[in-house]
T-cell receptor, first 109, second 116 residues
Framework: GQNIDQPTEMTATEGAIVQINCTYQ??????LFWYQQHAGEAPTFLSY????GLEEKGRFSSFLSRSKGYSYLLLKELQMKDSASYLC??????????FGSGTQLTVLP | GAVVSQHPSRVICKSGTSVKIECRSL??????MFWYRQFPKQSLMLMAT?????????EQGVEKDKFLINHASLTLSTLTVTSAHPEDSSFYIC????????????FGPGTRLTVL
């Protein structure tokens, strides 16, 4: 089966950097995704890691260590609009996604 | 990125009626589509995997006779909630995975179902 853990809530200040961690245990692994979800809306794709290392995309970066079952999403230069839920999701052997419970990020002025 | 649409965005129905939700990939062909359900303040739970031209694969605990899935073409999958009850009220979201889009799933905007 799949087990994915991420913090429930985080708070950070506008302009700061925040790191959201995700650990996982899976029976099959086809990559790890990070999605952003604002309340009442569908998730929006942020990043995809299938190999170890850091993927950078503008203000967002995502890191993966397959041997440790660990990933993090790094958000730089935080803006108020970054307040949202961030979902870590693992793609299994059949490419189905299993989602973590999400981390609700609140950005304060 | 790839665009996925869902229709309707919001539906209110009476208990016992059936509701059909459409999921379309607008600018790519989706060999596989997924249906998720999300209850308030919870994460997305996969309901079923839909492959074009074949029967859907349902997750454990999801009744296939209650949640009918049809994937008739490479751009359209439908979810029909039959004999809906208040406990079926939820946010239903589809995603589509296409060939040549690096296995990424792109999500539709979701359908808010309220059963009275």
């Amino acid at each position: 089966g799949q087990n994915i853990d991420q913090p429930t809530e985080m708070t950070a200040t506008e302009g700061a950097i925040v790191q959201i961690n995700c650990t996982y245990q899976t029976s099959g692994f086809n990559g790890l995704f990070w999605y952003q979800q604002h309340a009442g809306e569908a998730p929006t794709f942020l990043s995809y890691n299938v190999l170890d290392g850091l993927e950078e995309k503008g203000r967002f970066s995502s890191f993966l260590s397959r041997s440790k079952g660990y990933s993090y999403l790094l958000l730089k230069e935080l803006q108020m609009k970054d307040s949202a839920s961030y979902l870590c999701a693992v793609s299994g052997s059949a490419r189905q996604l299993t989602f973590g419970s999400g981390t609700q990020l609140t950005v304060l002025p | 990125g790839a665009v996925v649409s869902q229709h309707p965005s919001r539906v209110i129905c009476k208990s016992g009626t059936s509701v059909k939700i459409e999921c379309r990939s607008l600018d790519f062909q989706a060999t596989t589509m997924f249906w998720y359900r999300q209850f308030p303040k919870q994460s997305l739970m996969l309901m079923a995997t839909s492959n074009e031209g074949s029967k859907a694969t349902y997750e454990q605990g999801v009744e296939k006779d209650k949640f009918l899935i049809n994937h008739a073409s490479l751009t359209l999958s439908t979810l029909t909630v039959t004999s809906a009850h208040p406990e079926d009220s939820s946010f239903y979201i589809c995603s589509a995975e296409g060939q040549g889009v690096t296995d990424t799933q792109y999500f539709g905007p979701g359908t808010r179902l309220t059963v009275l």
